[in-house]
């Protein structure tokens, strides 16, 4: 149930956010043709299950390199240094870093709700921007991901949250509809426009 009526705005209370390419994501200007085509395996549906076993918690870092080297065909240490670089080019979306900081101070509730690795969450929890959440629901401290439902279920009850009165917002539709099964009003955050997704935010919300 995507928003079609302005009168849902007034039952909202807890705003949901997932992390990556939603709140979270890399400066594209900042990395060489060779690292976006190393992880462009990220943008797939599904991803392989290498990622989504790092991202369950069920694979360490070393055990993840090591299947991603044998998924590109390279050294285990030059997947370990792509990771670790990966983590540290994570940077605060500023649009949407800003309609965070709009919301808090509008009362709502925010969370998280994202599939990330434990190299990962322990890196994104540090930024500023992080700190505005008052509680995360984290795939690799759970041991199930987005779009599998007990998720959804564990959020809701972990933070005694009203599915009608709670916005997940995510850029992958299968998330979202997922989400929408469990009585969540989904919003499809384009990760290609994240000003105009902001934009699109603001007019339901605030």
């Known amino acids: 149930m995507y928003f079609s009526a302005i009168s849902y705005i007034c039952y909202m209370k807890n705003v949901v956010f997932d992390l990556g390419r939603v709140v979270f994501a890399q400066d594209p200007t900042k990395s060489t043709a060779e690292f976006k085509q190393f992880f462009s395996y990220v943008s797939l549906t599904p991803m392989p299950q290498f990622w989504t076993d790092y991202d369950m918690g069920i694979l360490t870092f070393d055990q993840v390199a090591e299947a991603l080297a044998e998924y590109r065909g390279v050294e285990k240490e030059f997947t370990r240094n792509m990771i670790s670089l990966a983590i540290g080019k994570q940077e605060s979306i500023r649009p949407t870093a800003k309609l965070i900081g709009e ?99 603001r007019k339901i919300l605030l």
Request: hydrophobic residues 35%; aromatic residues 12%.
């Open 103 to 201: 919301l808090k101070a509008a009362g709502y509730k925010l969370y998280v709700l994202s599939n990330m690795s434990r190299e990962f969450i322990d890196f994104l929890r540090k930024q500023e921007v992080y700190q505005n959440f008052d509680g995360d629901m984290v795939s690799c401290e759970v041991g199930v991901v987005k779009p599998m439902p007990e998720i959804y279920d564990l959020l809701l009850e972990r933070f005694e949250l009203n599915p009608a009165e709670t916005i997940f917002i995510d850029d992958r539709e299968e998330n979202i509809k997922a989400a929408e099964k469990k009585g969540i009003t989904g919003f499809h955050f384009d990760r290609n426009d994240y000003e105009g997704s902001c934009q699109k935010l």
